[in-house]
T-cell receptor, first 110, second 112 residues
Framework: SQQGEEDPQALSIQEGENATMNCSYK?????LQWYRQNSGRGLVHLIL?????REKHSGRLRVTLDTSKKSSSLLITASRAADTASYFC??????????FGSGTRLQVQP | SQTIHQWPATLVQPVGSPLSLECTVE??????LYWYRQAAGRGLQLLFY??????ISSEVPQNLSASRPQDRQFILSSKKLLLSDSGFYLC???????????FGSGTRLTVV
């Protein structure tokens, strides 16, 4: 089963609005990462948050991590049409490789 | 600069035919290498990973295999493709767990 599960599966918003995606996981982690995938392309690393961090910012991205609830959220502020993509969380448990969730498909309407 | 090359971009193969997908990394040494598969509209499933030349770990029993003949080369193979092997295959690398993975552009495989 997937270590990380994103919620919602799909999200449609208007340009300028904020988009929030959530990720829940099951086991202890070293870090949690968020990736973006444009249709038919490879994944692009967005941001990494370590298990001892609670919040991290990068440009219009804000990531929070609550290890007690085993959950994370990705907030994209002032969204743009170019933000339309699928977003995946991935967990690093220190074993083998990253485990990815099933993703949130974000559609930003111009 | 560090780059990753994955080819071909698309591939249509008949059932029972062999498969060879290649991934190469430039600009780094001794990377950890990964093969993932993504079904349409789904997340990524780890297939194989390698921490060094000749060292391959398999995550999912199947008719696929992987090899790492050189430090920066990772090959995904099959002797006989099945319809269920269709999907989007992604190669990735990292040298530091604190900096995330870098993915190739992927290969869309359709088995007919």
């Amino acid at each position: 089963s997937q270590q990380g599960e994103e919620d919602p599966q799909a999200l449609s918003i208007q340009e300028g609005e904020n988009a929030t995606m959530n990720c829940s996981y099951k086991t202890s982690i070293n870090n949690l990462q968020w990736y973006r995938q444009n249709s038919g392309r490879g994944l692009v690393h967005l941001i990494l948050i370590r298990s001892n961090e609670r919040e991290k910012h990068s440009g219009r991205l804000r990531v929070t991590l609550d290890t007690s609830k085993k959950s994370s959220s990705l907030l994209i502020t002032a969204s743009r049409a170019a933000d339309t993509a699928s977003y995946f969380c991935a967990t690093d448990t220190g074993r083998r490789a990253l485990t990815f969730g099933s993703g949130t498909r974000l559609q930003v309407q111009p | 600069s560090q780059t990753i090359h994955q080819w071909p971009a698309t591939l249509v193969q008949p059932v029972g035919s062999p498969l060879s997908l290649e991934c190469t990394v430039e600009g780094t040494s001794n990377p950890n290498l990964y093969w993932y598969r993504q079904a349409a509209g789904r997340g990524l499933q780890l297939l194989f990973y390698s921490v060094g030349i000749g060292q391959i770990s398999s995550e999912v029993p199947q008719n696929l295999s992987a090899s790492r003949p050189q430090d920066r080369q990772f090959i995904l193979s099959s002797k006989k493709l099945l319809l269920s092997d269709s999907g989007f295959y992604l190669c990735a690398w990292t040298t530091d767990a604190n900096y995330g993975y870098t993915f190739g552009s992927g290969t869309r495989l359709t088995v007919v």
